[in-house]
């Protein structure tokens, strides 16, 4: 390799690690609360939506405050793939919140649909 190409490769690979270096980072299973696999069968207006949900889930302190953000997502998502998984996941929190003795879950008596 000569001194020409070198010139040129190193400009070449820090622009590279520029961009990869502040890209953003890929979502996991973890952080959708569910499979992530379903999140593909969304169209892109649902997944800003979502992702809007879950910004605003990680941020809230109070598992209550925690429970409206997904409640939100599951109303307004008309995709019939993922809605229910997310409504099951929010059954099953909201089980585990009052299992654990947060009564806050409890008194908001969330209707589920099924």
Not at 10 to 32: A, G, I, R, V
Not at 43 to 65: G, P, Q, R, V
Request: net charge negative.
């Amino acid at each position: 390799m000569n001194r020409a190409d070198k010139k040129i490769l190193l400009p070449c690979f820090l622009f590279h690690f520029y961009l990869t270096s502040f890209s953003q980072k890929e979502k996991n299973e973890e952080y959708y609360l569910i499979d992530q696999n379903a999140i593909e069968h969304l169209d892109l207006s649902e997944k800003n939506l979502l992702d809007s949900c879950l910004h605003i889930f990680y941020e809230e302190k109070t598992d209550a405050s925690k429970i409206a953000p997904i409640q939100v997502f599951i109303e307004f998502s008309e995709n019939n793939k993922v809605w229910p998984l997310y409504n099951q996941w929010l059954q099953d929190y909201i089980i585990l919140c009052i299992s654990k003795g947060n009564k806050t879950a409890e008194v908001l008596q969330i209707p589920f649909e099924m």
